[in-house]
């Protein structure tokens, strides 16, 4: 099946410093990537949605500013959590759905945990 | 309220039980119906899809859909203990690209 991998697995970051976080898909080109944030025991929320070489289209109440995210190719995405808090600690899982895909085949990613201190 | 609701568990059972899953949605406009595992600290896996209302069975796991009632299940014949994980329900309203509403998750455990 295809694969996604999320790149780093666990960051620990001082409050007010900036974390990039990669997504790739390894063996398939996505056109498009999912962001989604999942706190403790709470389901995925969906944070952004990216496609290949334009913007990202950002959920209600989401800051595009803090949560830069960047879909140079179409087998890398890069989520930057600037200036972080505490609060934005979380578990941070991104998807990828390749070029034919139907909505159901959105292949998710290991997850990043980010710890801000 | 939430568009998809799900019970969050935890639901416990022996080994060998069968296990019923269930997510009730609001939105009639929903047409694709997934089912995904996910287990602790790991990104979820797709199990099941099933496209309006039906049935559809994959080994051991058996998706159900009503839309008339607006309620889907997932059923999982003689549980096994490597079954333990978080079951997410997840849906779409069209199946050219757009976004999944998941259900909350419902932690299952499956004691041997």
């Known amino acids: 099946g295809a694969v996604v991998s999320q790149h780093p697995s666990w960051v620990i970051c001082k409050s007010g410093t900036s974390v990039k976080i990669e997504c790739r898909s390894l063996?398939?080109?996505?056109?498009?990537m999912f962001w989604y944030r999942q706190f403790p025991k709470q389901s995925l929320m969906l944070m952004a949605t990216?496609?290949?070489?334009?913007?990202?289209?950002?959920e209600q109440g989401v800051e595009k500013d803090k949560f830069l995210i960047n879909h140079a190719s179409l087998t890398l995405s890069t989520l930057t959590v600037t200036s972080a808090h505490p609060e934005d600690s979380s578990f941070y899982i991104c998807s990828a759905r390749g070029i034919a895909g139907s909505s159901y085949e959105q292949y998710f990613g290991p997850g990043t945990r980010l710890t801000v201190t | 309220q939430k568009e998809v609701e799900q019970d969050p568990g935890p639901l416990s059972v022996p080994e060998g039980a069968i296990v019923s899953l269930n997510c009730t949605y609001s939105n009639s406009a929903f047409q694709y119906f997934m089912w995904y595992r996910q287990y602790s600290r790991k990104g979820p896996e797709l199990l099941m899809y099933?496209?309006?209302?039906g049935n559809k069975e994959d080994g051991r796991f058996t998706a159900q859909v009503d839309k008339s009632s607006k309620y889907i299940s997932l059923f999982i014949r003689d549980s096994q203990p490597s079954d333990s994980a978080t079951y997410l329900c997840?849906?779409?309203?069209?199946?050219?690209?757009?976004?999944?509403?998941f259900g909350g998750g419902t932690r299952l455990m499956v004691k041997p």
């Open positions: 099933t496209y309006s209302s």
């Open positions: 990216s496609n290949e070489g334009s913007k990202a289209t950002y």
């Open positions: 063996d398939f080109q996505a056109t498009t």
């Open positions: 997840a849906m779409s309203k069209s199946n050219a690209g757009n976004m999944l509403t």
